[in-house]
């Protein structure tokens, strides 16, 4: 086939391709069968592969997944994407009903209602009727780019109806059914199960490669628009515009003009949203006439034109098998809740926090009564009530233990405290959670050292306390369960890495009670060795910024336990770092999980092996780290790792961390939710980086266009 042919032939069959993906991903009405679907597929990748130049960015072929991403772009929003002020019962509506009315005076309003998808919000950019970019919202003002993701999705047209420039927004998701398959597939192939359809889809459009999205059941609603298209006055105007571009838009927008029918309509979804193929979690109330939304305006942080009504978080009935005691690494004494499995917001419960004797005092719990459980935030399982009526006589009370279940020592309520303590610091469930606090990321990140391995270490008696850890031998990790040659000699490794972490990690794996990471860096930098906190008298402690009395007690206890200077004398012995590393005298050590080279494996990618040396190894005397006297704040979430992984990575590198804006900050490291802090920034001249554009100043690059 000559040139000119096969473009032509590449057109008609594109034209095809985009008609029936309409037909099939947005109507739900499909003309033809699969297999005539995959060959006009077939022939049309045949004939990119002879001539590549066919193999435009709006390509049918396009949506299958290229090569994965180094990283995200972040993505201005030229409107921004405000997030919704929330309504959970009638009485909020007719509140809201009355600020817009009270703000609009004589004016008429009527109100389109529309489900609330529960997946991940989405701006989509086209340029003259061809997909441009698409990103995540973001903190509504600076999204990632997700083009690569989105450009798999069927429903989201790659060319529109007509060639308008127009950024439109929506929710991506994944259908009921769908995710079901999807997990079916997923536990035959004894990969992990995904725990609801909402962290599904907005998972998978935060792969840095296509082809995960590309494989997995996504599919959009769009619902408004950043910028309102000329002649347009409504919003129901707007759908059916979308609609004639080409875009899929749910069916069960509706229009009122009356509150109390909108009130209705509201609560007529909290059951039949059960029978929908898809994920909602309430309903948006949005004013119809544009006009009058440009005159009630918005606040910072939401529209006061829309709400959203939420329903309650999904809660369930089941019953309290049994009541069990958790002791923490301080000692405290929780008990938990045994419930018959049930399941709440797409995962299954089995257990529940009751907080303390109070608590379930309080409630009348007992065990054998039937509970209303819900997911606060949905999120965390919580006990709502006691379904008294369905009580047959049956019912245990239950009593705190007067002994620590661990240690048989008898537990105490401190003043003031509601929790029950068990103050035996050689307590084996307290050392077991200590050992794993201490091995953790934000601690000494002793990577291999997880609880399995605590356990097997403590059980066999070579370990009592966290300094045994740097006395084990090779030989006493093979001897372990399941313990290969490999694997012990990456934990001794690790162990020898995690003894030139700064004092700041040291002291808070040691798990002082009341001391953080923040309150360890504090004490660590005023003091400059853990011999001096050790020896500082509250009095002295509290005079240290931000120290309480409170903590100052905690800390200064904590050292006068003969326990605490045979840990001291032990780690002294074992070699491990008991100093404060200032910055720009970075000596000493190999590696540590925060050095430039393996350390960075979870933030910077794979370091140099036997080369790379850590931070330490390449900041000696003289020599200023990358981020020497520079001053970050950090807002949001960040991708891929917490906001206290993201303090230490900056604070190892020789930066400081504060909380807020100033003029004094050169750098704002910005993830999705960032806030306020993004405007002051702004208003400031902040430099507002990624955490991708941190990890080139870190090792020596620039640090990326920014904002």
């Known amino acids: 086939m000559e040139r000119n042919q096969a473009r032509e032939r590449w057109r008609e069959l594109a034209a095809l391709i985009r008609k029936h993906d309409y037909q099939y991903y947005v109507l739900d009405q499909p003309l033809i069968s699969d297999q005539q679907y995959d060959a006009y597929m077939q022939e049309l990748l045949a004939l990119e592969e002879e001539y590549p130049e066919l193999r435009g960015p709006d390509s049918p072929s396009q949506r299958v997944g290229g090569e994965a991403l180094a990283a995200f772009n972040p993505v201005a929003h030229r409107v921004p994407m405000l997030s919704l002020d929330n309504a959970f019962d009638p009485a909020t509506l007719q509140d809201f009903h009355r600020r817009v009315t009270r703000l609009l005076g004589e004016r008429e309003v009527t109100y389109v209602v529309e489900l609330k998808i529960d997946g991940l919000a989405v ?298 303590r068990c103050l035996n610091p050689a307590c084996p469930h307290q050392v077991l959670e200590r050992l794993i606090h201490f091995a953790s990321r934000g601690a000494m990140d002793i990577e291999g050292l997880g609880p399995a391995v605590a356990e097997q270490l403590l059980k066999s008696g070579r370990v009592q306390d966290v300094a045994d850890l740097y006395f084990l031998r090779e030989e006493d990790l093979l001897a372990l369960e399941r313990k290969a040659e490999k694997s012990a000699a990456n934990l001794m490794a690790a162990l020898t890495k995690s003894k030139a972490r700064p004092l700041s990690r040291l002291l808070y794996g040691l798990g002082i009670r009341f001391v953080g990471a923040k309150t360890a860096r504090l004490l660590s930098e005023h003091f400059g060795t853990l011999e001096a906190i050790a020896a500082a008298s509250p009095g002295e402690l509290a005079a240290v910024a931000e120290i309480g009395p409170k903590i100052a007690e905690s800390v200064h206890a904590f050292f006068q336990q003969d326990e605490a200077r045979v840990l001291m004398e032990k780690l002294s012995r074992a070699g491990v770092n008991l100093e404060e590393v200032r910055t720009g005298r970075r000596g000493g050590g190999e590696g540590l999980g925060e050095g430039l080279g393996e350390g960075l494996r979870d933030g910077l990618g794979e370091g140099g092996g036997d080369g790379g040396k850590g931070v330490r190894g390449l900041y000696g005397e003289g020599l200023e780290a990358p981020l020497a006297e520079k001053t970050f704040v950090i807002t949001g979430t960040l991708p891929d790792m917490s906001r206290q992984e993201a303090t230490l990575l900056i604070e190892d590198y020789g930066g400081n961390v504060t909380s807020q804006v100033s003029s004094k900050t050169d750098f704002l490291l910005a993830g999705e939710k960032g806030g306020s802090k993004l405007d002051k920034a702004a208003k400031l001249g902040v430099k507002i980086i990624s955490l991708e554009d941190l990890r080139s100043l870190i090792e020596g690059g620039e640090e990326g266009e920014g904002s």
């Open 123 to 420: 701006s989509l950019q086209y340029e003259e009727g061809a997909f441009a970019r698409g990103a995540t919202r973001g903190d509504g003002t600076v999204g990632e780019d997700i083009s690569h993701n989105l450009r798999t999705i069927r429903s989201v047209p790659l060319t529109l109806k007509k060639p308008v420039s127009i950024e439109v927004r929506g929710e991506v998701f994944i259908p009921r059914q769908a995710f079901a398959e999807l997990n079916r597939k997923r536990e035959l192939k004894g990969e992990p199960l995904l725990a609801n359809p909402r962290n599904a889809a907005a998972g998978s459009l935060r792969q840095l490669d296509p082809r995960v999205a590309a494989s997995r059941p996504l599919d959009a609603f769009l619902y408004g628009t950043g910028e309102t298209p000329a002649g347009i006055d409504t919003h129901m105007d707007l759908l059916s515009y979308l609609k004639e571009l080409g875009f899929k838009v749910n069916p069960e927008a509706r229009l009122f003009t009356r509150m109390e029918d909108v009130v209705d309509y509201c609560l007529s979804w909290r059951q039949k949203r059960l029978d929908l193929p898809y994920e909602i979690d309430g309903l948006v109330v949005k004013v119809n006439e544009l006009p009058l939304r440009a005159m009630l305006g918005t606040t910072a942080k939401s529209p006061r034109w829309a709400v959203a009504f939420k329903f309650p978080a999904e809660a369930g009935i089941t019953e309290v098998l049994d009541i069990a005691v958790n002791v923490g690494r301080t000692g405290a004494i929780t008990p938990l809740a045994h419930l018959r499995p049930i399941e709440l917001a797409g995962s299954v419960v089995k257990r529940a926090s009751l907080h303390n004797e109070d608590y379930i005092r309080d409630k009348d719990i007992k065990i054998g009564d039937h509970v209303l459980v819900h997911k606060a935030g949905d999120v965390i399982p919580e006990v709502v009530e006691v379904v008294k009526d369905m009580r047959t006589g049956k019912e245990r009370d239950y009593a705190m233990p007067s002994a620590c279940p661990s240690c048989s020592v008898p537990v105490k309520k401190l003043p003031g405290e509601a929790a029950l």
